[in-house]
């Protein structure tokens, strides 16, 4: 595989910056139009207004159920490992055996968190051990 | 096109990294075992943690025979450096290990025991304690340092009281502080002479004649406060105290002795080109750091009312005894440091394990703290044995002849004397002297009072069991018949140290 060449080694890093920053807006954009539209709209006063007896409250904008941070973390896991993955699969040759072991040790620690989050209860919702 | 990346194992020199290697494997182990079989008992995961530290040892005792065939190894791409320092203090380090893990097994259930994790994160600890000391790379010093302390944070908030989060959070805080100062530090001195190995470092410092004085003065301050962070020298010592105090007794004694040595050891490899350049300054601040440190924490040890927190006051200003030897910067104080630490981790270790056996689950009515002066007087007239052994750490800690720490405290002021520091010599000789006060004060109250409240009498001894019986018996044996072992110790030490160039 011939690796294309640019002006300045660190040019593709750049575009790559780009269209990720590009990639992420737009998800944002599009999933909150998409929930916008989706959702449905029930907005009668008194059932969204949270019980208190006195006091007024302030109400929360969005509340996130904290499963999302675990699923966060556990995408963070498979995230990183693709992101090494990628330049070791394009310059396999070029590393060798060496980079063959090392890529292989990563996979297993990345294999044994994995179990540990499955066997944990981690991947069911709501069903935190 | 690239040319192929050609590691060859052999250059790689795996060896040194097998010690850390042991308790990485153990700690994934022991996370695997829990997952398949859960509710195991506690017994289980102390003898498989007790098993991969001797495995540890033998690697240890390996890469030992390996130094003294072929001099200091380097492995990893010359990231590891094993030398004479590192095989000694992972040496301490494991032993010192070994000894603790055996203090989960009490006659009482504790809830941080009950957890699996507990042990992994132990193992994680240790693991991370090895790769600080066996590197002279700032890099991976940090990286250890940090993994060290994480798991440490944990153990200490996984006891599960009020006190022990306040602890944790404490602990967490301060040590965050020391890890930035650590990091920008080293950041400083990177930009100044473009390596991050600390004999390179040494060279083009030394090669240019000091021209970036400014620099150099700013990050051996930052490098300073946080060494002096993790090895608990006054003025940075205020989280101390109270770490001490919300942890368990036996981790507290674990504190005061683990993760000072592998701070000893960087800081010696760190301070030792400083303080041999001629840099007047340099000397002349670590002199303030150490006699202010032993002066003041003694002043503070003698007024407090808890044992734990004298103890804790206590081992500060043994840090900062031996933080002289730092200092002083020859093979002889090097050395010194070496065998004192050796010697204080079985005296420390042994009276806090005499705190751990009277742990209290709840407070008696009118009780302040957990370990009061009130709740040991009299002890001899209930449990003589108990007393004694107490009585015997004390007058070891207080450096009593022929007990362990009175040899420590001979060859460190000697060494101290040799090298010229006469004044530094006798401030170290009174500050013994005054630490005699709340150790004989313990003493005091165990065998001329009369017992406070008879409640005490069930309270203590109530949580031992046979291990810890056989830990208190090893820390024992060791500081009474540590007169035999202090010369050939002394020449084994002496052998290392001075092979690796220190």
Same mark, same amino acid.
């Given at each position: ?129 | ?122 193992? $994680?600890?240790?693991? &991370? *304690?090895? =790769?600080?000391? @066996?590197?002279?790379?700032?890099? #991976?010093?940090? /990286?250890?340092?940090? +993994? ?66 400014? $620099?150099?003065?700013? &990050? *051996?301050? =930052?490098?300073? @406060?946080?060494?002096?962070?993790? #090895?608990?020298? /006054?003025?940075?010592? +205020? ?264």
């Amino acid at each position: 595989m011939e690796h294309i060449i640019t002006a300045n080694p660190y040019f593709g890093v750049f575009v790559l910056f780009v269209l990720t920053f590009g990639a992420f807006t737009a998800t944002t954009i599009i999933a909150r139009l998409a929930s916008r539209a989706l959702a449905a709209k029930d907005t009668e006063k008194i059932k969204l207004s949270v019980y208190e007896c006195g006091p007024e409250v302030t109400k929360q904008p969005n509340r996130l159920s904290p499963q999302f941070y675990l699923f966060a973390l556990l995408f963070l896991l498979f995230d990183v490992e693709i992101v090494f993955m990628f330049p070791w699969a394009v310059d396999f040759k070029v590393l060798g055996w060496f980079g063959f072991t090392e890529m292989i040790l990563f996979i297993i620690l990345l294999a044994i968190g994995f179990v540990y989050a499955w066997k944990k209860g981690a991947l069911e919702w709501h069903n935190i051990k | 096109m690239l040319e192929p990346v050609n590691v060859s194992l052999e250059s790689l020199n795996l060896m040194t990294l097998a010690p850390m290697l042991i308790p990485i494997v153990g700690a994934l182990l022991i996370l695997v075992v829990d997952l398949f079989k859960s509710n195991i008992d506690k017994s289980l995961y102390v003898m498989l943690s007790i098993l991969f530290l001797f495995t540890d040892f033998m690697a240890l005792a390996g890469s030992s025979s390996a130094f003294m065939q072929n001099g200091t190894l380097l492995g990893l791409f010359d990231v590891m450096l094993v030398d004479g320092l590192a095989i000694v203090s992972q040496f301490i380090i494991v032993v010192a290990s070994m000894l603790f893990i055996p203090l989960a097994l009490t006659s009482k259930r504790f809830h941080e025991f009950s957890y699996p994790e507990f042990f992994a994160l132990f193992l $994680f600890m240790i693991a &991370g *304690f090895q =790769f600080m000391v @066996a590197t002279d790379n700032l890099i #991976l010093i940090f /990286v250890g340092l940090e +993994t060290a302390s994480l798991s440490l944070y944990t153990l200490i908030a996984m006891h599960n009281r009020e006190k022990s989060f306040e602890a944790a959070v404490k602990y967490f805080t301060m040590g965050a502080l020391a890890a930035g100062f650590y990091s920008f530090g080293s950041m400083i001195f990177y930009a100044v002479t473009g390596s991050v190995e600390i004999n390179q470092i040494a060279t083009v410092l030394v090669a240019n004649g000091f021209s970036d004085i400014g $620099f150099v003065m700013v &990050g *051996f301050a =930052f490098i300073l @406060a946080s060494f002096a962070f993790k #090895l608990s020298l /006054v003025p940075f010592h +205020t989280w101390a105290p109270d770490v001490y105090e919300g942890s368990s007794a036996a981790m507290a004694g674990y504190m005061s002795i683990v993760p000072k040595i592998a701070a000893f050891i960087v800081a010696m490899r760190f301070f030792e080109f400083l303080i041999h350049s001629g840099l007047v300054w340099v000397e002349a601040i670590l002199y303030v750091f150490v006699v202010v440190t032993m002066t003041a924490a003694n002043l503070w040890a003698l007024v407090q009312t808890d044992v734990k927190r004298m103890l804790a006051y206590s081992s500060i200003s043994h840090a900062g005894f031996a933080m002289a030897a730092v200092m002083i910067g020859t093979t002889q104080a090097n050395t010194a440091l070496l065998l004192y630490w050796v010697l204080f981790t079985f005296t420390n270790l042994g009276s806090f394990s005499m705190l751990w056996i009277s742990r209290q689950k709840k407070m008696l009515p009118g009780q302040n703290s957990d370990h009061s002066y009130e709740k040991f007087a009299g002890l001899v007239q209930s449990s003589p044995m108990a007393a004694t052994i107490m009585a015997l750490f004390m007058l070891s800690l207080a450096g009593v002849p022929p007990f362990a720490l009175f040899w420590g405290k001979m060859y460190l002021i000697s060494a101290a004397v040799t090298s010229g520091y006469t004044v530094l010599a006798l401030i170290m000789a009174l500050n013994s002297a005054i630490a005699g006060y709340y150790y004989l004060k313990l003493i005091v109250y165990m065998f001329m009072k009369d017992p406070v409240d008879s409640r005490y009498e069930k309270v203590i001894g109530s949580n031992l069991s046979l291990s810890l019986k056989t830990i208190i018996g090893i820390a024992a044996v060791g500081t009474i018949f540590a007169f035999i072992a202090v010369d050939p110790l002394l020449q084994a030490i002496g052998g290392f140290v001075y092979n690796s160039g220190y």
